[in-house]
């Protein structure tokens, strides 16, 4: 039996999490029409996603820097996609930019330690997590390879 799917939580779900059409109204379904269900099933989504994608070999991204406001901390991340197409989207970028603030904000020693932080715009979720979002989102494995922080 088909759920009826209220079209507004359809397109706040897509507008909050970038899942594609078919992604959210499956969520939905589901979950019965609940919200945050759905969010949740989204999320596993994503995680089961990110891990088929795993092993994939990761040789294009790009290098994001990071100035903190007040010009003493400074970021430079190399974070790697499996292509250069993927590399230059808007959600890739952005992903970039996310994990560099983490990094100027929490100081972690290592991209292991960095991984297991919870985000600072979302405390809910780690940083691996807001990682295996991006995968579910863009359909690539995604790896933080390196960082360097740098505070006066």
Known sequence: MAVNID?????????ETSASVSDCRRALEESNGNYDKALEWLKKRAAE???KKADRETGE????PY????????VLVEILCETDFV????????????????IAAMNPKD???LLAQPFIKDPGMTIQELVKQTIGKLGENITVKKFAR???
């Open 61 to 64: 991204g790009l290098v994001e």
């Open 150 to 152: 740098l505070e006066i």
């Open 49 to 51: 996603k990110a891990e």
């Open 111 to 113: 991209t292991e330690e």
């Open 67 to 74: 100035i903190h406001q007040n010009g003493k901390i400074g």
């Open 87 to 102: 590399a230059r989207t808007d959600d890739f970028k952005k992903l970039a930019h996310e994990v560099a603030m983490q």
């Open 7 to 15: 079209l507004s939580l359809l397109k706040k779900l897509r507008e």
